[in-house]
């Protein structure tokens, strides 16, 4: 086991409401060396707190997030500085990530000099241009000195994942990093990520929106509905055999290219409830049309379809 993260709860205060909301609920998952894990989930769904805990950008209230057998959520400021060289965030826009005012080449250079990596400047100055070539950022002598208004959205996006990869990670948090971008740079972006997985030796958590992208790129998917994990299994479990009625209405949503292959569409009724009052039972129970008596009182447990396939729903459940 990799990066196992266990029963972990993250709450914060509502700006609005003055109460305290729980982004994540008891959750708990693993992701093993070398594997892509997806996280998918409509926004709300608290997949983004999930993403940042794992960089402890933010503290689960309780919980454990273990990397290699250590538990990151007792890291002190300096070991905290230390783990981050390991584990880097890819975030959704480009030009909020990268500061404005500086050059991109200097701003690679940057996380090499936080980290005390390459002995000075000339020796720095190489490391950066390899990584620039790699995601085809060339020659990169011609990129260095431009700032990231004076690139496309592709290219910047190219730039946070140069500076991500500069201190040989092993473990990437890609949230929506290619959600922002036009179609046709997104496919380039995303076999660039696949081809730097392979390469690299990288583990990746795949946090989108969009179902439909986990298909290239992801070998298991966690759907997320209201801070809870409602279904995790493997890319085929998910698409071929989804069992919770919430992965069914993402299924359905996604575009079929072959016309021959019809899709039932399921629409969750009505919209996604408040988390700071989330539904009482099952989250997801005042929009399931499978909704039991019991679904308005019990919270489902989670059920072992088989080796790698888990649900929380009460269809499954055989009492
Ligand atoms: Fe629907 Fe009940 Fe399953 Fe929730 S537990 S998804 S309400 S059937």
Redesign the pocket.
């Given at each position: 086991k990799y990066f196992p993260l266990k029963r972990t709860i993250t709450e914060f205060l509502t700006r609005k409401e003055q109460k305290f909301v729980k982004a994540v609920d008891d959750i708990s998952f693993t992701i093993k060396k070398g594997e892509t894990l997806g996280l998918v989930g409509e926004s709300g769904s608290g997949k983004t707190t999930t993403g940042r805990m794992v960089l402890r950008l933010l503290e689960p209230t309780s919980g454990t997030i273990k990397i290699n057998d250590i538990d990151i959520t007792s890291l002190t400021s300096e070991e905290l500085r230390k783990f981050r060289k390991k584990i880097q965030i890819i975030f959704q826009d480009p030009m909020a990530a990268l500061n404005p005012y500086m050059k991109i080449g200097e701003a690679i250079r940057h996380a090499l000099k936080i980290h005390k990596i390459g002995e000075n400047y000339t020796e720095q100055k190489q490391i950066v241009y390899d990584i620039m070539e790699r995601v085809n950022l060339k020659p990169a002598e011609q990129y260095y000195n431009r700032y990231p208004r004076d690139l496309s959205g592709g290219q910047r996006q190219r730039v946070v994942i140069a500076r991500a990869l500069v201190l040989k990670p092993e473990f990437i948090v890609a949230d929506e990093a290619i959600a922002m971008l036009d179609v046709s740079v997104r496919s380039q972006l995303l076999k660039l990520m696949i081809d730097l997985k392979e390469e690299f030796n990288l583990t990746y958590l795949f946090i989108t929106h969009d179902l439909a992208t986990t298909k290239y790129i992801c070998d298991r998917i966690a759907v997320m509905y209201l801070g809870k994990i409602v279904e995790i299994g493997t890319f085929e479990d998910i698409y071929r055999n989804p069992a919770?009625?919430?992965t069914k209405a993402l299924i359905s949503a996604v575009p079929e290219p072959d016309p021959k292959l019809k899709k039932q569409k399921i629409i969750p009724q009505g919209e996604v409830p408040n988390a700071v009052n989330p539904p009482k039972g099952?989250r997801?129970?005042p929009r399931?049309p499978?909704?039991?008596d019991i679904?308005k009182i019990e919270e489902?447990q989670t059920i072992k379809l088989d080796e790698q396939h888990e649900v929380n729903?009460?269809?499954f459940n055989k009492k």
């Open positions: 919770h009625p919430y099952c997801f129970h399931c499978y909704a039991m679904c489902p729903c009460h269809l």
